[in-house]
């Protein structure tokens, strides 16, 4: 397991797009809560906007991956700093490996802190109140 800094510290706004992105996976449910999914999202903090997302029957390492990977192919690399919780997929070895194998810096949010990923959190927040409404 891979124990890395908050370095972003709640420094949510930035200059420039691609400097750094944060990611979270939530929960989706449907079929009236009889099947459940994860959803995987990777955002730009500079204009706060989806850059991948992926749906996964589970949260591993391979999912968090994978999102970046298609993150990074849409915008030409990886940002140079990634933000995240503490969760299992983004403290494995695989998940930690591929970001430095792509120069990019890990940042977690500190243990029991959802404030610390806000910008992401309120996302959330805001995609479940849409997702609720539509179904």
């Known amino acids: 397991m891979y124990e890395a800094q908050n370095t972003l510290n709640r420094q949510f706004e930035q200059a420039a797009a691609n400097q750094v992105w ?7 449910a449907y079929n009236i809560r009889k099947y459940k999914v994860r959803l995987h999202v990777v955002l730009d903090l500079y204009g706060q ?17 994978k999102v970046f990977q298609m993150a990074k192919q849409k915008a030409g690399g990886l940002a140079p700093l990634i933000h995240t919780d503490r969760g299992a997929a983004y403290t494995s070895k695989a998940f930690n490996h591929y970001l430095a194998s792509n120069n990019s810096q890990h940042s977690y949010s ?19 109140w849409l997702y609720t409404k539509s179904c």
Do not use: C, Q, R
Request: proline share 9%.
């Open 49 to 65: 906007y989806p850059l991948s997302w992926i749906i996964t029957p589970t949260e591993t390492s391979t999912g968090a991956i």
């Open 110 to 128: 500190a243990p029991g802190t959802p404030a610390d990923n806000a910008v992401m959190e309120h996302w959330w927040a805001d995609f479940k």
């Open 22 to 28: 944060v990611t979270d996976t939530t929960e989706i």
